[in-house]
Every structure is written in structure tokens, then in C-alpha cells.
């Protein structure tokens, strides 16, 4: 396993978590690292990327809340979730590529396990 999500839980609505990914220093080296998440019943979405420049995107429905980050010394992303919502529950993933950075999960070949959060209202 490359890569390696923690820091998932249960949380009321207005809380906030940070999710971490572990990855090997190779798969640092990608081109662009993402997080993904995937509610029951619904397809897999995109919610931020960050680019080797360290460009980072959004999806609109968690922009001002999330915040994407990286440390290489660490080989280690984080995703820090702020002001969470129930609609926010999902198995979150992280993910990696050598593909320009795209919120399109088909584009990206290198997935963890991913990790449940739950948000209660």
C-alpha cells in the first residue's frame, strides 16, 4: 500500500478534522495529489487538489472550509476540515498522478483505503 489515510471520525455538524495521507517519498513526487470522498450511494468526487507547483482547486462545495496542504519532508498530505456539515459524510480518499491536476478521480491511478467521516447534525 502506497499511500495511507488517517485521522477520520465521527464529529457533530460545525466541527472540524484533519485527514493525513501517508505516502512514499515516490509517490510524493507525482504531479498532483488529490482527496476524494464517496457517500453511500453516490459516485466518487473530487473536493481539492494540490500541483508539485502547489496550486491547489477546490470543488465548490467545500471551498472556505478545507484546506489542502503537503509536506515533502514529511511525504505526508493533510486535509483540514473546518465547519463540517452532514452532507460532508463520506469514506474519503486520497490520491495521486502524473496527469495535470483534475478533480476527475479516472484520472488518477494511485488510491489509499481511504477513511470514514462522519458528521452528525
Known amino acids: 500500500v502506497h499511500l495511507v489515510e488517517s485521522g477520520g471520525g465521527s464529529v457533530q455538524a460545525g466541527g472540524s478534522l484533519t485527514l493525513s495521507c501517508a505516502a512514499s517519498?515516490?509517490?510524493?513526487?507525482?504531479?498532483?495529489m488529490g482527496w476524494f470522498r464517496q457517500a453511500p450511494g453516490k459516485e466518487r468526487e473530487g473536493i481539492s487538489v494540490?500541483?508539485?507547483?502547489?496550486?491547489?482547486g477546490y470543488d465548490n462545495s467545500v471551498k472556505d472550509r478545507f484546506t489542502i496542504s503537503n509536506d515533502y519532508a514529511k511525504a505526508t498530505l493533510y486535509l483540514q476540515m473546518d465547519s463540517l456539515r452532514p452532507e460532508d459524510t463520506a469514506m474519503y480518499y486520497c490520491?495521486?498522478?502524473?496527469?495535470?491536476?483534475?478533480?476527475?478521480?479516472?484520472?488518477?491511478?494511485?488510491w489509499g483505503q481511504g477513511t470514514q467521516v462522519t458528521v452528525s447534525s
Open positions: 517519498k515516490f509517490l510524493f513526487r507525482r504531479n498532483c
Open positions: 490520491a495521486a498522478t502524473d496527469l495535470p491536476c483534475t478533480m476527475d478521480p479516472g484520472a488518477f491511478d494511485d
Open positions: 494540490i500541483g508539485r507547483d502547489g496550486t491547489v
